[in-house]
């Protein structure tokens, strides 16, 4: 859909009907030949999706976020059943001893349901 | 494979308008209305195939020696071919189906009177072109008539939440009293249906008062103002009985109304005829001294044979005039402005919508005008008239055996006419009433217009091509309603 641009929303319909229809998953390290770039995932409820552990090189270093940001964005942030405690309902003072992860992950305790 | 069998399945360029804005290319394509932008490959295969029809295999060949990759040629034309850009085979005409044959009523025009206290020249309802026959019918609507046309609209309304009823006239505000009553009415029934209904009135704003603008306001009902301008324009055709002009009775009336109703949308809506065409000057008028905040120009509907009928040069001229409004509508939209001129807003929102009709407008479909008498008609234009109608509220409902042979009759698939017309997505064929006076037939397509409604679609094309590009956020405003 690069040469031929829908600008109405009834093309813009007809646009997205052929991309739901024809459109393909791609894996994350995969350079989409359409594109000419790498396919970065948003949020993280995709988490299980092959390829998200890694970067595009293969490595750790390029991840969008570090393991311990990961920790608070599923605590604070997500809606989601998480793999980490929820803030919301049950385990409000979880992470009340740990200022900063970097430091004092250990304070991070376990959680029996 | 027989030459010809060969040529049928070549690839050629499908139903479509071709335009320009911005230095850039653009399709209005024919019957979706979708709207998309060519360049690149895509404007390469669109020109290949305008010279000259051409197989999958020529095609790609052709592409091919031009430094493109097979994958992106194929993909593209899979698009273009998908989204009706270009076809192979035979040329195809495909028509909107025909509606179903409970098709809900979403809005009754009540015509509340059929007695004015103006004498408009150009007026459909009064004047040479008259069609309503009054003779010996109720000159007002009663409450049980109204009453009766409300519960039509609950009971027609399937599975619709959100009704209209629209006052009309001749001068609505005459039957003010069953005004006030309906209100209260509709807003009961359509309650217990679990519905919600909005209002609208129609008023030459001679009877206006603190008393009708604060009710209007309380109500939130949209109001449309008839008038023609300045003193000197609006005095010439609107007129008392007496031939007294109404300009100076209106102005101050219109004034007070735009000031204590702020609650719904205040509407001007000018007749445009022989002597009263100045376009650019109405404007000016009408937005800088009132302060209206929406103004639509409409000739009046006369047989070619009237005094106050625009003939065909002036006709070009009033164009020239919508034109230059048109474009300066443009630019305020660049701006992220606001322009009042709605005969382009209300065109750039059905082509940002892609609309593609089967029916000019919702006359006999989503609407119906009821009279005095309860008489159902297509819409308002055709109320107490002997044509276009389809039952009585006080007395069997709406005909639906009527109504159907009348929207079968009238669908785009039975107006041969508009069937090699790129703008008939948007037109469908133009006004049944329009077509009765000029051609003494509901269902003719107006073919004296079509020129000058293909101009206008284009140049509004044009200018959504060109807000698109410098201003698309301005557009997101048509998106929802």
């Known amino acids: ?113 | 494979m027989t030459a010809i069998e060969a040529a049928s399945m070549a690839y050629h360029p499908a139903e479509h308008h071709r335009f320009e804005a911005a230095g850039k290319r653009f399709l209005y394509l024919v019957p979706s209305g979708a709207v998309f932008g060519l360049s690149g490959l895509s404007q390469e295969i669109f020109d290949l195939l305008e010279n000259c029809p051409l197989s999958r295999e020529e095609l790609t060949g052709t592409l091919l020696g031009r430094g493109y990759e097979l994958d992106d040629v194929e993909t593209t034309l899979d698009e273009m071919e998908e989204f009706d850009v270009v076809s192979s085979g035979r040329p195809k005409k495909t028509f909107p189906s025909l509606p179903e044959q409970t098709f809900p009523i979403q809005r009754i025009v009540l015509n509340t009177t059929n007695q004015c206290n103006l004498a408009c020249g150009y007026c459909y309802e009064y004047s040479d072109d008259k069609i309503a026959q009054t003779k010996d019918k109720p000159k007002y609507m009663s409450d049980a008539v109204a009453q009766a046309a409300i519960d039509t609209l609950v009971s027609e309304s399937g599975g619709r939440s959100q009704l209209h009823v629209t006052f009309f006239g001749g001068e609505t505000l005459l039957n003010f009293g069953l005004m006030r009553s309906s209100v209260e009415y509709a807003t009961h029934k359509a309650g217990e249906a679990g519905k919600t209904v909005d209002f609208s009135l129609t008023t030459n704003a001679t009877l206006l008062t603190e008393e009708i603008a604060d009710f209007l306001a309380e109500h939130r009902i949209g109001v449309t103002v008839s008038i023609d301008g300045d003193k000197e324009l609006h005095d010439r055709m609107r007129v008392f009985h007496s031939g007294k002009g109404s300009y100076d009775v209106i102005a101050p009336k219109i004034k007070m109304l735009l000031a204590r109703h702020r609650t719904n949308s205040i509407g001007a809506r000018v007749t445009l005829s022989n002597g009263v065409r100045e376009v650019r000057r109405i404007y000016d008028h009408l937005t800088q001294e009132f302060g209206f905040q929406g103004v639509g120009f409409s000739p009046a509907t006369a047989n070619p044979d009237r005094l106050y009928h625009i003939n065909g040069t002036k006709m070009d001229q009033v164009l020239d005039e919508f034109a230059e409004l048109a474009w300066e509508y443009r630019d305020y939209a660049i701006k992220g402005g606001r322009h009042y001129f709605t005969n382009v807003s209300d065109t750039i929102k059905e082509v940002h919508l892609g609309i593609s009709k089967a029916y000019t407008c919702g006359a006999g479909l989503g609407l119906l005008g009821v009279g005095t008498t309860g008489d159902i008609a297509a819409c308002h234009r055709f109320v107490d008239s002997p044509v276009a109608q389809m039952g009585n509220v006080m007395n069997g409902g709406v005909d639906h055996e009527t109504r159907r042979e009348f929207l079968e009759n009238h669908h785009i698939g039975a107006r041969p006419d508009c069937h090699t017309c790129w703008v008939r997505p948007v037109c469908a064929g133009g006004c049944y009433h329009e077509s009765y006076i000029n051609h003494g037939e509901t269902a003719a397509s107006n073919l004296n217009q079509c020129d000058r409604i293909r101009g206008w679609i284009d140049l509004c094309l044009r200018i959504y091509g060109e807000i698109s590009i410098e201003n698309p956020k301005f557009l997101e405003r048509f998106d929802d309603n």
């Open chain 1, 1 to 113: 859909m690069n040469s031929l641009q829908p600008l109405n929303r009834k093309a813009r319909k007809l646009a997205e009907t052929r991309m739901a229809e024809t459109g393909d998953v791609e894996a994350l390290q995969q350079k989409s030949k359409k594109h000419g770039r790498v396919y970065y995932p948003l949020g993280c409820t995709i988490a299980f999706n092959p390829g998200w552990e890694v970067d595009v090189s293969g490595g750790t270093a390029g991840l969008c976020a570090p393991v311990e940001r990961d920790l608070f964005d599923c605590y604070l942030g997500c809606a989601w059943p998480a793999q980490v405690p929820d803030h919301v309902s049950n385990n409000p003072d979880w992470t009340s001893k740990c200022n900063a992860a970097a430091n004092d992950w250990r304070n991070v305790d376990v959680v029996y349901p």
